[in-house]
C-alpha cells in the first residue's frame, strides 16, 4: 500500500503545481501583486516576467512530480520554494497552508517516488 | 531515457513562457496593469452623489482640502472632492473596502482576496485611515507601498 500512498501524495502534490503554474502563465498580470518587490528590484526582472518565470518553473516541476521522474529532486527544490513562500508570508492562514506543503514536497524527497514512477521503470 | 523526459519538460515549459512573454495582456488584466494614476482610472464619484451619510452635505464633512497626492480624477472639468472620514467609513466590508493612506483613498475590494495574508488580515481596517495606516506600517513598513498603490483603485484625496 506504501507504493499508492506514495502515488497520491506525488499526483496531490503535482496537481497543486500544474494548477498554480497554469494559472500564472494564463494570466500572470493577476498574479504579480504577489512579487515582492525586493525581487523585482534585486532581480531587474520585471514583477510580469517573474511570475510568468516561475510559472514555467512550477509546470515544469509539476510535470516532473506527476511522471516521478527526477522526483527527489524536484521535491526538494520545490520545498525549499514553498518554504521560502511560506517564510516570506509569515504565520498567515496562506503561510501555514505553504508550509504544510513545503513539508509534503520535503517528505516526499526523503521517502523518494514511490513504485509507480518513471524514476523505478526507466533506469 | 530519464533525460530525454526531462529535455522534453524543459522546452514545453520554456516554450509556455516564451509564447505568454510575446503574448497580448488578456482583457481582464488590463486593469490590473493600469496605474491607479492614470487619468483614465475610474472613479466611484463625489462624495455626496453615491455615499450619503447621516453627515451629508455638511461643509465642515466635505471640504476642499487637497492632500500632497492628487487624486486619479482629471479632465472632468471640476474638481472632485475630498473623501471625508464618514465617507471612508461607509466602505467598512469585505465586499466594499476602502482604506486611506497617506492622504489617498484606495479601493482594495478586488485585491483583498489575493492578499497573502488573507482578506481577513485586512478586513478590520476596511473603512479606515489611521487605524489601517497604522497596522500596515507595523506589518510591512513601508516596503509595500508601491503594492498598494498598484493594487488599489485611487477613489480620491482623503480629507483628515
Redesign the interface.
Given at each position: 500500500m506504501t507504493s499508492y500512498g506514495l502515488l497520491i501524495i506525488r499526483l496531490g502534490l503535482s496537481g497543486v503545481l500544474l494548477w498554480f503554474g497554469a494559472q500564472q502563465l494564463i494570466d500572470p498580470l493577476s498574479w504579480v501583486g504577489y512579487v515582492p518587490d525586493i525581487a523585482t528590484t534585486t532581480l531587474l526582472v520585471d514583477a510580469k516576467t517573474l511570475v510568468l518565470m516561475n510559472g514555467a518553473a512550477e509546470v515544469a516541476f509539476g510535470l516532473l512530480l506527476l511522471l516521478g521522474l527526477f522526483t527527489r529532486i524536484s521535491a526538494t527544490v520545490m520545498g525549499v520554494h514553498l518554504a521560502l513562500i511560506a517564510l516570506s508570508l509569515g504565520l498567515t492562514a496562506v503561510g501555514v497552508r505553504d508550509w504544510g506543503l513545503a513539508f509534503g514536497f520535503l517528505g516526499l524527497a526523503l521517502t523518494g517516488p514511490g513504485h509507480w514512477s518513471l524514476d523505478n521503470i526507466v533506469r | 531515457?530519464?533525460y530525454l523526459?526531462?529535455v522534453g519538460?524543459?522546452i514545453?515549459?520554456?516554450g509556455?513562457?516564451a509564447w505568454?512573454?510575446q503574448a497580448p495582456?488578456?482583457s481582464?488584466?488590463q486593469q490590473?496593469?493600469t496605474s491607479p494614476f492614470d487619468s483614465d482610472t475610474p472613479v466611484v464619484g463625489t462624495v455626496t452623489d453615491e455615499n450619503p451619510t447621516p453627515s451629508q452635505g455638511s461643509s465642515a464633512d466635505v471640504t476642499a482640502t487637497v492632500p500632497s497626492t492628487p487624486p486619479a480624477t482629471q479632465g472632468t472639468g471640476t474638481a472632485p472632492q475630498a473623501i471625508t472620514r464618514s465617507v471612508l467609513a461607509t466602505h467598512n466590508t469585505q465586499k466594499d473596502c476602502w482604506v486611506a493612506y497617506k492622504g489617498v483613498v484606495y479601493d482594495i475590494t478586488n485585491?483583498l482576496p489575493?492578499h497573502?495574508?488573507?482578506a481577513?488580515?485586512i478586513a478590520p481596517y476596511c473603512g479606515t485611515a489611521d487605524e489601517f495606516t497604522a497596522a500596515f506600517n507595523k506589518k510591512h513598513g513601508t516596503?509595500?507601498e508601491?503594492?498598494l498603490m498598484?493594487?488599489g483603485v485611487n477613489e480620491g484625496a482623503y480629507a483628515q
Open positions: - | 531515457m530519464k523526459f526531462l519538460i524543459i514545453l515549459a520554456g509556455l513562457f505568454q512573454m495582456t488578456t481582464t488584466s490590473e496593469e485585491w489575493r497573502p495574508g488573507s481577513g488580515a516596503k509595500q508601491n503594492r498598484r493594487e
